[in-house]
């Protein structure tokens, strides 16, 4: 039997995690009036929580929802036994989110988040070795254009308490997150500059970030700007690495190493791929595990929340 998912939340979110389960998918769970008549016109089962909650068939909730309100249907997924998948960004602090790997844990149920750009990386690149990049220097630049009224008029996206924040958290935070699956876990996070669209909710950010490894990183995200630019360039001691726009090329040990990039889609798809397997215990979790997200997540709560984080 395929693993049946409900997919809970049919935004941009949802409609891409649908798309990523092809013909897998097996329900939209959507409060939102309009939403949900969306999702029915496209030939999509709409079904209420707990019904498929207490459905067998169903085996795994992909949560395509803000930040602020994942925690509780979280819970109550983990106490159906049904395994989680969260869409970026996972957690809003890295205290939530060791509560979230703790009651999946006690709840002996999977755990993975969509950081579907951990999979544009090579093979080499994907274990979780900072020591590969220890005392290099790195600097991240993402570019989304946006105008400040995406932010102020889209509902939740313009609630910190919901959205988290605004580029950073929702645009930049996929390369963040590849910064710290080669360079590790930060030590410290020192935001340099911020302009908002609405109190909480940025549209640029620039920091720095310092990891335990020793490697240092310049952060620039904004959607400020028309461009449209994503790049990770990391400068170690016998090995570089540049990520930009999905393409991978780079020296490590002296052999050079590309990779194409990948349509976010077809990404997307592994991570389900990598999901279903270990659910089935052909594999173990892996590249798409939550567990994986530490350190992005003590990054944003760094550059987005200084206040609220020690140094």
Known sequence: MR???AVVGYGNAGRQHLDALGDRSYAVVEQDPRAAARARAAGLPVRELDDVLA????QALALCLPPGVRAGIAAKAVAAGKHLLLEKPPARTPEELAALLSLADAGGVLAAVMFQHRFALPGELRSADAARFAGAVASLTVSRARPDAHYQTSGWRSDPRDALGGVTAHLGVHYLDLACQLLGTPRAVTPLSRTDAVPGIDTQVCGHIAFESGAQLSVAVTSRSPARFEQLTVLGADTWLEVRSGAVTGEI???PITRAASPASRLRTEVYQELFSAMAGRADLDL???RRSHGV????DGLLNPLEVGR
Do not use: C, E, S
Not at 55 to 58: L, P, Q, R, S
Not at 297 to 300: G, I, N
């Open 297 to 300: 997540v003590k990054a944003l």
């Open 55 to 58: 459905d067998d068939a169903i």
């Open 253 to 255: 040990d002296g052999r």
């Open 288 to 290: 798409a595990a939550l």
């Open 3 to 5: 693993p049946g998912v």
